[in-house]
């Protein structure tokens, strides 16, 4: 018998957060034990930011609904509906959602999201 070349994700790891926001790992450390890839569906609410971090992985980011603002190495950036974005590892960035809808979205890093590589500072 031959091993599947595939696997359906049917039941995504929830990430337990404080801050209102809904992460729901697909594919990754936590959901798969997958170190290659990470694939994480998202909802921020309203007013929503995240301290700012230096990660070692690049992020790719696809917004669903609404708008989120990234600062980049000091750059304002706004990603909305159906656009996409890719910060490579090494930037300082910081995600939030300053407006006043929820904002949803996929994000997908290589290699896997892993918050020990993350380097949140602070704030």
Known sequence: MSEKKYVKQTKP?????TDGKLIEEH???????TGAFSVAHMI???????PHQNPEFDEIT?????RKLIEIDGEEV?????ETILIKAGARIRYSNPYDEETE?????????????????ED
């Open 13 to 17: 790891f929830r990430v337990p957060t």
């Open 27 to 33: 594919f990754g450390h936590a959901s798969t034990q």
């Open 44 to 50: 921020a609410p309203p007013q929503w930011s995240e």
């Open 62 to 66: 696809i917004v669903t609904r609404g």
């Open 78 to 82: 706004e990603v909305g509906t159906g």
């Open 105 to 121: 979205y996929w994000s997908v890093c290589i290699p896997a999201f892993d918050i020990n590589t993350a380097h949140r500072e």
